[in-house]
Each structure stands twice: as C-alpha cells, then as structure tokens.
C-alpha cells in the first residue's frame, strides 16, 4: 500500500538474506506505469486488494475463480468411497486435508482445539480423517480416533476422500479461493471454515457450509457441532455445494469467461 523496505515476512520460507523490497517496488511501479495489463483475479477478495495498490489499481481487473474438473470431483457414493478407504461406515467422519497438516497458516492447531473441545458434546462421536504430510502425528494431538492417510496425488482417490466425509473443516489463517474448499464442494461435503480471505465466496454461511469467526475455535467448534448433528442441513448443503460448483467452479465456465474476456480485449 505504501511501498516496501525493512520486510517482516524476509525470513519466511523459503528465506532470503538481503532485503531487495524497496527496490523491487520502485523498479515495478516504473514498469507497470508504462504497462497495458487486464489482471485476472480468482476471487472479488484478492481484486479489491489490487484495486487499492498502489501498483497496479490503474489496471482494470475482471474477477474469474479457478475452475474444476467436475467430472473428476463430483459425489460419490459415501458408502462405496468409506469402503475403498477402509472406513467405518456408520461413524461421522470430519475431514482435514493439507499437504502441510503441521504448517501454522493451515490452521491445524484449531482443528486439535476445535476436535478436543467437541468429545461428548455432538450427537454422536465422530473420527478425524487427516490427509496430508505428518498426518499420522495428529493420533497423538486429538481425543477422538483418528484415520490418517498420506498426501493424495491422484484427483481421483481425492474426490472419494471429499465423499467420504461428511464435513470439511478448513481453518486456513490466510487463503484466497482455495482448490480444497472447492473440491469438496464439488463432492457435495460441506465445509466449515474461518471467514478469511476469498473463502467467504464459496463457504456461504448456513448455505454451502459455516463461516466462523476468525482464529475463534470455540465457533469453529460451533459449526462443526451443528453440521455434524444435522443430518438434514448436512444433506441440503451438500446438494446446493454441488449447485454452486457446477454454475461457477467448473473448468469450461472458467475457460468461456477467459475466452470472452480475451476476445473482448482483442476487439475493444
């Protein structure tokens, strides 16, 4: 907003050693002044933020989320997807996925308070799935059982992870409009997330899932307590997840917006 220099983030990983901020701000706003650009933001969140830059709000900016292959992640059946995972079928089953389970801007230590918090207070127990790196570690972090299973590379066994659950925590303490809140929409799991960043624009509060206040486990807690107890709500959310992500997620919605934009451009 200001410019740059005397960085607080320099020694966040991967770290650097020299200070090159202020000059890379001054050397940018040289380039951008005399620049003919039309950004792509995947979220209003992150197009207000350029909107306020001193950089770059002179560019005009079109709002195009990132899309899916929603043949790809799409509902499967939770009976079927438990049995391939090797999951109890009759347990409620909250989801963590990560590929940093352990990274603090992930947010994992308010799912350890969130999950510690709930035991004996939701209708019925419930296992924690984590996926991801270290996710074995989290048998040892929360009082309820635990399935881990490491990182997923393959989208397909990912969309059965998603339709396995039936809730999808993300308490990300920095987002935008991130690919797991997305895809487990597009399985039909609803999510329950901080209000941060662009997440807000896909987690619709009572709607697609529950939006909790920020870095607040108690409502965290809160909003993983009242879906997993309704199984109704649970199942309206899930159906109009996968409304939402086939009208604004999918791949080819992405690519005609981009194609209209870009022919708008060449013609305007």
Known sequence: MTGCGSCPLLSDDPALRTDRTALLWRTKRHIYARANVTLVAPSQWI???AGRSPLVKHWPVKVIPNGLNLEVFRPISRSAAREVLGLPQHEDLLLFSSVET???RKGGSFVTESVNALKGRTRKPFRLLVVGN???EWERAVNVPVKAIDT????????TVYSAADLFVHPALADNLPNGVLESMACGTPVVA???GGVGEAVRHMETGYLARYRDAADLAQGIARLLDDTDLRRRMGARCREVAEA?????????RIEQLYKGLLHG
Do not use: N
Request: hydrophobic letters at 45%.
């Open 152 to 159: 997923v590379k393959d989208d397909q066994l990912l969309a």
């Open 134 to 136: 270290h996710a074995r």
């Open 47 to 49: 197009a207000s933020l």
């Open 248 to 256: 604004e997620y999918d791949m080819t919605v992405q690519a005609d």
């Open 194 to 196: 901080f209000d941060i």
């Open 102 to 104: 352990q990274a603090q």
